[in-house]
């Protein structure tokens, strides 16, 4: 599972929350998260299932659409759960913000995800 895990939260801030392509993320999502997966945001959203995560994260890349996600360093993972800590910012300039997903993993797909806004490095 761990590098499955490691896998998904990667591709889970590449490919879903750093993704411009509507259709492109649409299928990662379609790929990496179950059905009923959720998404809680820090701020108080919450978030469920395929449809939503898009919308969210279309909405979350549209105010941002030129940041790009760096991981820190590489995942960690202990059994079902993982987290990856990363910053995000323009391509050349300083990181604007910093975070961690935690995300559960059930059955090689998503379950949920707990985004945790951190101070930056």
């Known amino acids: 599972m761990s590098s499955t ?3 998904l939260l990667l591709r889970n801030l590449h490919d ?3 993704e411009p392509d ?3 993320r649409r299928a990662a999502i379609d ?3 179950h059905e009923d997966a959720v998404f809680h945001d ?3 959203g919450v978030f469920r299932g ?3 995560i898009d919308r969210i994260a279309g909405v979350i890349k549209a105010g941002h659409p030129d940041f790009r ?3 820190l360093s590489e995942p960690e993972v202990v059994g079902d759960a993982g987290r990856v800590r990363w910053v995000s910012g323009s391509p050349g300039h300083p990181p604007a913000y910093a975070g961690t997903d935690f995300a559960i993993a059930r059955d090689g797909k998503i379950a949920a995800v707990y985004l945790f806004f951190d101070a930056l490095p």
């Open 5 to 7: 895990l490691s896998a």
């Open 16 to 18: 879903v929350f750093g």
């Open 22 to 24: 509507p259709d492109r």
């Open 31 to 33: 790929e990496i998260f």
């Open 42 to 44: 820090p701020n108080g």
């Open 50 to 52: 395929r449809a939503e």
């Open 69 to 71: 996600y760096q991981p």
